[in-house]
T-cell receptor
Framework: LAKTTQPISMDSYEGQEVNITCSHN???????ITWYQQFPSQGPRFIIQ???TKVTNEVASLFIPADRKSSTLSLPRVSLSDTAVYYC??????????FGAGTRLFVKA | DTGVSQNPRHKITKRGQNVTFRCDPI?????LYWYRQTLGQGPEFLTY????????KSRLLSDRFSAERPKGSFSTLEIQRTEQGDSAMYLC??????????????FGPGTRLTVL
């Protein structure tokens, strides 16, 4: 199983760019890296997914280097409402999804 | 698309009682997942259905837990003889097979179980 490691928590201020890095040293060739966001008392919400290089959507960017042993979620100009837990997932072949403890991002005014 | 719904949202029960939770996935999604989440931890995978077939079960799913998806639409998760350690948020997610090797899972709001 692809195990991921990410910081337990991060603090930021409104308007700043936030980068959360995730390590996944044993990622399999066919695995994709997926990031989810979770607010208190809600289910996780899909943010972005990628295989390699860079992926960008209206919410975030995902950078995956050539060796794919890590990835970085980039949130541009965060606001207070971006305070949440962010999960990096390394999925095995098939459909089991392994969540780690996630990174708790706290955005301050 | 009304999203994944779960009922009830909250359940308080006494130790030893049986409880049942329901999940209604997004209508065109044929894959359905159950997770359990305790405070400060990420969701833990419990089981997965493709249509009505239960294809994978975690060792976390003890004999007291059973999940069904009889017609390939909604699913139920039953916990028999509840224990205080069963207190958690139970999350349901659904997905549709995509082009990649992983599915984008859409989560419901969860059912919070408290066992007294």
């Amino acid at each position: 199983l692809a195990k991921t490691t990410q910081p337990i928590s991060m603090d930021s201020y409104e308007g700043q760019e936030v980068n959360i890095t995730c390590s996944h040293n044993n990622i399999a060739t066919n695995d994709y890296i997926t990031w989810y966001q979770q607010f208190p008392s809600q289910g996780p919400r899909f943010i972005i997914q990628g295989y390699k290089t860079k992926v960008t959507n209206e919410v975030a960017s995902l950078f995956i280097p050539a060796d794919r042993k890590s990835s970085t979620l980039s949130l541009p100009r965060v606001s207070l409402s971006d305070t949440a837990v962010y999960y990096c997932l390394g999925q095995t072949r098939g459909f089991k999804t392994i969540f780690g403890a996630g990174t708790r991002l706290f955005v301050k005014a | 698309d009304t999203g994944v719904s779960q009922n009830p949202r909250h359940k308080i029960t006494k130790r030893g009682q049986n409880v049942t939770f329901r999940c209604d996935p997004i209508s065109e999604h044929n894959r359905l997942y159950w997770y359990r989440q305790t405070l400060g931890q990420g969701p833990e995978f419990l089981t997965y259905f493709q249509n009505e077939a239960q294809l994978e079960k975690s060792r976390l799913l003890s004999d007291r837990f059973s999940a069904e998806r009889p017609k390939g639409s909604f699913s139920t998760l039953e916990i028999q003889r509840t224990e205080q350690g069963d207190s958690a948020m139970y999350l349901c997610a659904s997905s549709y097979p995509g082009q990649t090797s992983t599915d984008t899972q859409y989560f419901g709001p969860g059912t919070r179980l408290t066992v007294l």
